[in-house]
């Protein structure tokens, strides 16, 4: 199989969104997605900039995949879950590479799940799958579209077992969630998404 064969064939990225709630979802899918995972996640939670943030050192604890907060310029890496850090939106180019940006706030928020998936249908396209989690607000729903248009797949999380259900019932409002998931059944669909050679 070659190169441009593999790429077509296989996901390549796992984009995760959350807010409100979201430290125990978070730790629900990542141990659920157990170590060894062959993509990247990328994960935007909505966290209060004036303090330094230890989510990385939280959601370590919960799996077996290494956990960091994103740095500029690095680049993604296989079974890595890359967390945007406070105030900073978090984007990704071609070939993985990883941009923190201090732009604009979207909706009032920065770190932003819409500038997330927005920036990973344009690197990564088919090979995307985006999953909105648990939170107040809309983020997420714009940035779902944009990956649902550029062939990608949607995961959110069911809004009635959902903590806070504004994102994910914005999300499913789009028409354009592929998956409508309870927590506790997101984490096998993505590993069978990313683990299973496509069609």
Partial sequence: MTADEFAVDRFAIVALASSAGGIKGLSKILAGLG??????????????????????????????????????????MPGTVYIAPPDRHLLVGPGGVLNLSSSELVHFLRPSADLLFESVAGAYGPQTVACVLTGSGRDGAMGVDAVKSRGGTVIAEDPETAEFKGMPT??????????????????????GLVETKRR
Avoid: F, N, S
């Fill in 170 to 191: 914005a999300a499913v409002g789009t028409g354009a969630v592929d998956y409508v998931l309870p927590l506790d059944e997101i984490a096998a669909v993505i590993r």
């Fill in 35 to 76: 170590p060894g995972l062959p993509v990247p996640v990328l994960v935007v939670q909505h966290l209060d900039p004036r303090h330094r943030t230890v989510i990385a050192e939280i959601l370590a604890r919960r799996t077996g995949l290494r956990v960091k907060l994103a740095e500029d310029g690095e680049r993604a």
